[in-house]
C-alpha cells in the first residue's frame, strides 16, 4: 500500500479504538500524496505564460476566453488565487480533485493543473471579459461557491461538455414524439447529464389505437427503451447515462410501474439502472385519509374528452369530474392504502420510486398562473414549469414546447457565513449561473433550447449545513437549528431576488410570463412582510456570522423593484445532492445529515478515508448520523428551508431494517403535511448488520 494510503487509513484505526479523529494524520496523508505522487506527476512550466501558450497551443484551453483579457490582468487572478495559500484540508479533498477534476494530459499520467488554476480558469471563462466580475469569481469560489461538477469540470477547455447538470423532458401520447424523445434522451446522456422523462401521458396497456381497442403496450416498454438508450449513450465507456421516468399515482399503469423496481419483477418490465418517479396529488392523500378506494384513469380517455393531457390537469380539483364522466373509463379500482403501501413496500426494497407532491409544487410555485409544474429531475429538486412539444409527421412543421436544462452551483454555508458582504457572495454566485445559463445551448434539444432561452432558470443551493451546526455545537433537527435555516434561507431568497433584479434592470429583459406571475402582482413579498423572521437564540445569532436577518423595510423596498424592473430569472434557489464536489471542498452534503462519522470510500484497489468535517472526540455523540436520527425532526428542517426556495430540496429518507410500511407511510403523510415538494431515495441501513460488524471490531 502507498505511504500516504497508509497514513490515511491510520485514521481509521485511530477512531476504531479511540473515538478520537487524528487531523495531523489525515493533512500528512494529504501532504504525502503531493510529495510522492501529484508534485512528481504535474507538468512543470518556468512561467504563466509559458503554461497558458503550451495549454492553448495543444488544444486543451479555448483560446478565445483568454483573448478578452490582458495577460496583466490574467496574472493578476492568478496570484490573488494562489495568495490565499489554499491547502486541501483533508486527504480525500485532495484525492477527489485530482482523480475527478484537474485537467490531466490526453494519456492521463501528468497533470497540466492545480486547484488553484482550475478556480481561475472557470471564473475567467464565465466573467466572459468582465474584469470587476472574475476578480470576486475567483475570490469567491476560492473562499463559499461551488460551481456544479460540469461547470468546474469543462469551463475552457477545448474539448469539453456542457457546464449544465441535468435535463427534465415530456413525451406526448404519439409515436412521433416517443421516438423524437428517445434521440432527445441519447442525446442529452451523450453531454453528461441526467434526464427526468414524464410518461404520464401515454395511453395506458390495453388501450385504443386508431380506434380498435386492446392494441396499446403502455409506458413499461416506453421505458424499458430509454433505459436501453442511457446505456448506450455512456460518454465514450467513461459512465453510464442515467435517467429517472415519472409517472402519475392515477395512471392506469401504476402497478406494473412500482412492480418494475422490485427485485424479483418480471424482466419484460424489470428497470435494472433506471430510476422511477411517481407523481401524487392531494386528493390521493384525502382519500387514503378516508380509507376509500381511488380509481385509476388513462390519459388517452382525459385527452380525447377534455382535450388536456394527463400532465396538465389539477387532478386534485377534477378527480369527482372525472369519476362521474361516463365517457371516462375506470381502468381500476385499489383501496389508496393498499395502493400507497405497494409504494412503500417498494422503497423499502429498492428505495424507488422518488416522489413528488402535485399539489405542494403548485402552491409553491410563484408562476402558477405562468404554467405548470409537471415533474422534477433525476435528483428531485429542479422544479421549473414545462410545455409539452407536438412533434408531427416530416412534412409538418412542429410545434415546441418548453423543457429543461438545470444550471446548477451551490454555497458552502459553513464559509457563506464568514464572508464580509453576503448579499456580494449571491449575487457574484447569481451572475455566475446567469453566465452559465446564457452560455447553454442545447441546438441537438430544441425544447431544451427553447425553455433556457426564454426562461433563463438557474439553481442556487448550499453544502455543508451538518458541519456548520456541529462547529457551533448546535444539534441538527433541534429548535436551534430551524431557527438558523430559517433567517439563512429567508436572507439566501432576498439576495437572489435582488440580484435577479439587479440583472433584468442591466439587460432590460425579464423571464417569458414574468407579468403573470406572483413577482408581478407582489403577491409573493406579502408573506415576508406579513411574517418577519427574526433569530431567537444565542447560538443561531452566532452560527449565521455575517447573515443578517432580512427586515421587513428592505422586503417593501425590494417588493416595489421587482414590480418595476422585473426578474431576469424565472426559478432561482433549488438545493441539490452535492456529493462528488463536496468531498472537494471537505464539507457536508447538502441540506443532509451525515450518514457515516468516518466515511470509508474504495477506489478500485484502494481504501480512503473521510472524517466528517469538524468532527471531534467531544462532539462525536452529537454529530448524529443519519440513521440514528428522529426522521420527523429531518423533514421539519427540510421543510423550514423549504418555505425560502421556489424549487425543491433533494431529501433522502434514511431508515433502518426495522422500519416497516405502515411506519414509512406516516413519515410521508408527514413530510406530504409539512409542506414537502419532493422526496429522493429511501436509503435503508441494516441495522442487526451494522450490530454484529460493530462487536467483530
Known amino acids: 500500500m502507498k505511504e500516504y494510503l497508509k497514513l490515511n487509513n491510520e485514521v481509521l484505526n485511530t477512531y476504531t479504538l479511540t473515538k478520537q479523529i487524528d487531523r495531523e494524520k489525515d493533512r500528512e496523508a494529504a501532504r504525502r500524496y503531493f510529495l510522492d505522487e501529484i508534485n512528481k506527476q504535474t507538468v512543470f512550466f518556468h512561467n504563466l505564460k509559458e503554461k497558458l501558450d503550451y495549454l492553448v497551443e495543444e488544444g486543451y484551453y479555448e483560446e478565445e476566453f483568454l483573448k478578452k483579457y490582458e495577460f496583466r490582468f490574467i496574472k493578476k487572478m492568478f496570484n490573488l488565487a494562489y495568495s490565499y495559500k489554499f491547502r486541501f484540508p483533508s486527504f480525500m479533498s485532495a484525492f477527489k480533485f485530482y482523480n475527478n477534476y484537474a485537467l490531466k494530459t490526453r494519456d492521463g499520467q501528468n497533470y497540466l493543473e492545480r ?76 453531454l453528461g447529464g441526467g434526464v427526468g422523462v414524464s410518461l404520464i401521458d401515454l395511453r395506458c396497456a390495453g388501450d385504443p389505437i386508431k380506434e380498435i381497442d386492446n392494441r396499446a403496450s403502455g409506458v413499461m416498454p416506453v421505458a424499458k427503451l430509454l433505459e436501453n438508450s442511457f446505456s448506450y449513450a455512456n460518454q465514450l465507456g467513461a459512465r453510464a447515462g442515467s435517467g429517472v421516468v415519472w409517472l402519475h399515482i392515477f395512471h392506469g399503469d401504476i402497478i406494473d410501474f412500482l412492480s ?76 389508496a392504502r393498499k395502493l400507497y403501501t405497494e409504494v412503500k413496500k417498494t422503497q423499502i426494497e429498492s428505495g424507488y420510486p422518488f416522489e413528488m407532491f402535485e399539489d405542494n409544487v403548485r402552491k409553491g410555485n410563484p408562476l402558477k398562473s405562468v404554467g405548470k409544474v ?71 434539444v430544441p425544447s431544451v433550447s427553447k425553455g433556457n432561452k426564454e426562461m433563463h432558470s438557474v439553481g442556487l443551493g448550499v453544502m455543508n449545513l451538518h458541519g456548520h451546526l456541529m462547529a457551533n455545537s448546535i444539534i441538527y433537527g433541534e429548535q436551534e437549528s430551524l431557527n438558523f435555516v430559517d433567517v439563512f434561507f429567508s436572507a439566501f431568497n432576498y439576495h437572489s431576488l ?20 406572483d413577482y408581478a402582482t407582489g403577491e409573493y413579498f406579502d408573506w415576508y412582510i406579513n411574517n418577519p423572521i427574526d433569530i431567537k437564540y444565542e447560538k443561531t ?20 423593484d421587482v414590480m418595476k424592473y422585473g ?56 454529530y448524529q448520523e443519519a440513521y440514528e436520527m428522529d426522521m420527523y425532526k429531518m423533514v421539519d428542517l427540510y421543510a423550514t428551508a423549504q418555505k425560502h426556495v421556489d424549487q425543491g430540496l433533494s431529501m433522502t429518507l434514511y431508515i433502518t431494517d426495522e422500519w416497516d410500511t405502515e411506519m414509512l407511510t406516516r413519515l410521508y403523510y408527514y413530510a406530504w403535511k409539512k409542506g414537502i415538494k419532493t422526496t429522493y431515495y429511501v436509503r435503508q441501513r441494516m441495522r442487526t448488520l451494522e450490530e454484529c460488524v460493530a462487536c467483530s471490531i
Open 115 to 190: 486547484y488553484e488554476d482550475r478556480i481561475v480558469v472557470c471564473a475567467l471563462y464565465l466573467a466572459d471579459g468582465n474584469e470587476q466580475l472574475a476578480e470576486k469569481s475567483v475570490k469567491h469560489m476560492i473562499e463559499s461557491y461551488q460551481p456544479a461538477t460540469p461547470t468546474i469540470l469543462n469551463c475552457g477547455k477545448k474539448a469539453r461538455g456542457e457546464f449544465v447538470s441535468c435535463f427534465k423532458l415530456m413525451v406526448d401520447d404519439s409515436m412521433n414524439s416517443i421516438s423524437h424523445n428517445i434521440g432527445n434522451a441519447l442525446q442529452l446522456s451523450k
Open 260 to 335: 418494475a423496481k422490485k427485485p424479483n419483477a418480471d424482466e419484460k418490465i424489470r428497470l435494472a439502472t433506471l430510476s422511477t418517479g411517481i407523481v401524487v396529488p392531494d386528493i390521493f392523500f384525502k382519500l387514503m385519509e378516508e380509507d376509500k378506494d381511488i380509481f385509476l384513469f388513462s390519459p388517452y380517455d382525459i385527452k380525447k374528452k377534455y382535450g388536456k393531457r394527463m400532465s396538465e390537469i389539477n387532478m386534485s380539483e377534477v378527480y369527482y369530474e372525472l369519476l362521474d364522466d361516463p365517457n371516462v373509463r375506470k381502468i381500476k379500482k385499489i383501496s
Open 374 to 444: 409537471k415533474i422534477s429531475n433525476l435528483c428531485t429538486e429542479v422544479l421549473q414549469l414545462q410545455e409539452t412539444s407536438e412533434i408531427n409527421d416530416y412534412d409538418e412543421i412542429d410545434i415546441i414546447g418548453q423543457d429543461v436544462s438545470c444550471n446548477l452551483g451551490s454555497t458552502d454555508i459553513h464559509n457563506a457565513v464568514k464572508v464580509k458582504d453576503f448579499g456580494d457572495l449571491i449575487e457574484t454566485s447569481m451572475q455566475l449561473l446567469t453566465s452559465v445559463s446564457d452560455a447553454t445551448d442545447i441546438s441537438n
Open 498 to 517: 435582488k440580484s435577479s433584479n439587479k440583472i433584468a434592470k442591466e439587460k432590460g429583459k425579464v423571464f417569458k410570463g414574468f407579468e403573470k406571475s
Open 541 to 560: 445569532r452566532k452560527a449565521l456570522g455575517n447573515v443578517k436577518p432580512i427586515t421587513v423595510e428592505q422586503w417593501k423596498e425590494l417588493k416595489e
Open 567 to 622: 426578474l431576469y430569472h424565472s426559478y432561482r434557489l433549488c438545493v441539490a445532492p452535492t456529493g462528488s464536489i463536496s468531498y472537494v471542498r471537505s464539507a457536508t452534503a447538502s441540506l443532509s445529515p451525515i450518514t457515516e462519522r468516518v466515511e470509508v470510500r474504495d477506489y478500485g484497489d484502494s481504501r480512503t478515508i473521510y472524517p466528517m468535517p469538524f468532527l471531534t472526540k467531544d462532539n462525536v455523540n452529537l
